[in-house]
């Protein structure tokens, strides 16, 4: 006979995998105290439960946010397709917006908030825009959720002669407006042109933990974008933190063929 936590975490699961109505992602499960109210079982049993659905990657659970039940699939990241112009130029479908798209979810775009700050930079930042160690440099800060959870941050860095007097350096908590920050930078003249992307996991801080609302164990996935006009200037550096789990990595390009093109020039 299985244990009364482990009956009990089975009754949880299935009522997940259903999407029972309180038990669907983004939810918050009930109280451990209120399952105890109900009759499910000691507080023990209960936290035993939860720690097992945890476990077996149906919920995360955070101090101050409690257990929630995870995204039912992950989100599609997309890679080149999000970020074309006709979405952020001719429209108003940011990138967090287009992953959501091609991922069939909803969203609203108070999903992503935004603390603009002008000053010390990382290394890596100051360095991709060729600058000398220390120059200051505008960060826009954005945290992404879908629903109440957490997906990634993202934090661009500009140089001041590119962003000054635009929505880019506005205060005001928000998304930069129609189009977001690209559309910012084509209006002041800076179209984009070619990206570069790096990423890697590692694990994340404890400050990343807690923003996040990360599970114990769970890595994140860390990127670094670095973006170009056609003549070569970088306009924006920005470094990305994403919830491993709650995203699915997708790559679309043409597939290069050098020795052709050597051949082309003979």
Do not use: C
Request: proline share 7%.
């Amino acid at each position: 006979m299985a244990p009364k936590w482990r009956e009990l975490a089975d009754k949880l699961a299935d009522r997940i995998r259903s999407g029972e109505q309180g038990y669907q992602p983004g939810q918050q499960l009930p109280h451990i105290r209120d399952l105890v109210e109900q009759g499910e079982g000691s507080k023990a049993t209960v936290h035993a439960a939860y720690k097992a659905l945890e476990a077996e990657g149906l919920v995360t659970s955070s101090r101050g946010h409690g257990t929630v039940v995870r995204a039912a699939a992950p989100l599609k990241r997309l890679g080149v397709g999000r970020y074309d112009k006709a979405k952020w130029r001719d429209g108003d479908e940011v990138a967090f917006i287009a992953d959501r798209v091609a991922s069939g979810r909803a969203y609203k775009r108070n999903e992503q908030t935004q603390k603009v700050s002008f000053g010390e930079a990382p290394s890596a930042a100051v360095a991709a825009h060729g600058l000398p160690a220390g120059t200051p440099l505008y960060a826009r800060a954005r945290l992404v959720k879908e629903g109440e959870q957490p997906t990634h941050t993202l934090t661009s860095y500009y140089r001041p002669e590119h962003v000054e007097g635009t929505r880019l350096v506005d205060p005001t908590p928000g998304p930069a407006g129609r189009g977001g920050g690209f559309r910012v930078l084509y209006d002041a003249g800076y179209e984009i042109d070619t990206m570069k992307e790096e990423i890697f996991a590692r694990v994340p801080t404890p400050e990343e933990v807690k923003l996040l609302q990360l599970p114990p164990g769970e890595p994140v996935v860390e990127l670094h974008r670095t973006t170009y006009t056609a003549d070569g200037t970088v306009v924006e550096f920005a470094i990305g933190v994403h919830a491993a789990s709650r995203f699915a990595w997708e790559y679309d390009f043409k597939v290069p063929d050098s020795a052709q093109n050597e051949k082309g020039r003979k």
